[in-house]
């Protein structure tokens, strides 16, 4: 399977990246980190540091574009903060090129709208949370990256930070659907957000 994968780092108190690049699912191993000036050293060969500060979802735009430019069926982009616990179901899953994105982290929040094991269809729109784990065919990349609502997102990306809320109401829209498993396959372990936000247990525990 052609997955080009990208993990968005920016300066914490705990070096969560090298954690991950160290404890990857073999499907995701083919990997690019992009970082903020400042963040946690990782090895050079893979690593892409930004001379000046682009903010979160700036950072993970350029990941994105990044990786489509790679040519590969499908692309990944992670987090930093994010552990894997169920590998063999990451490395277990088959994609298919005509869905949204599937999500390898599971909010607990989200526990009463998943009611089957392993892969659920599902999208909170704009109320969704935790887009910290997603693998998306390069055509649904391309399209949200085309598409005006996310364009006028990142435009105003300074006061409206979510990229949670606008890659998954852009899909709700385009009416292509999403996956989330049960139970999440990898847990996020960071207690302050790279943007300052707390961690909130009760939304943020992996279901």
């Known amino acids: 399977m052609q997955i080009a994968t990208g993990i968005t780092t920016a300066p914490r108190s705990v070096d969560y990246v090298n954690g991950l690049l160290k404890n990857l699912p073999v499907s ?44 590969r069926k499908f692309v990944c982009i992670l987090q930093d903060d994010i552990e894997f616990v169920h590998f063999h179901l990451a490395n277990k899953l088959n994609p298919i090129d005509t869905v949204g994105f599937y999500s390898f982290y599971t909010p607990v929040f989200y526990k009463k709208k998943l009611n089957l094991p392993e892969w659920n269809i599902f999208n909170n729109g704009w109320h969704s949370v935790g887009a910290c784990a997603l693998l998306f065919p390069r055509k649904s990349a391309e399209q949200l ?27 709700k829209k385009l009416g292509l659907p999403t996956f989330y498993h049960r139970p999440s396959l990898c847990r996020h372990i960071g207690d302050v957000s790279s943007i300052g936000h707390q961690e909130m247990k009760h939304i943020t525990n992996p279901l």
């Open 145 to 171: 990256l085309n598409d005006n609502d996310y364009k006028n997102h990142l435009l105003n990306y300074k006061a409206n930070q979510q990229i949670d809320s606008i890659v998954c109401a852009v899909f």
């Open 28 to 71: 995701l191993m083919n990997c690019q980190v992009f970082a903020e000036p400042g963040s946690a050293a990782t090895p050079k060969k893979i690593t892409i540091t930004h001379d000046e500060k682009k903010g979160c979802l700036h950072n993970w735009d350029f990941a994105l574009r990044y990786l489509l430019a790679l040519n």
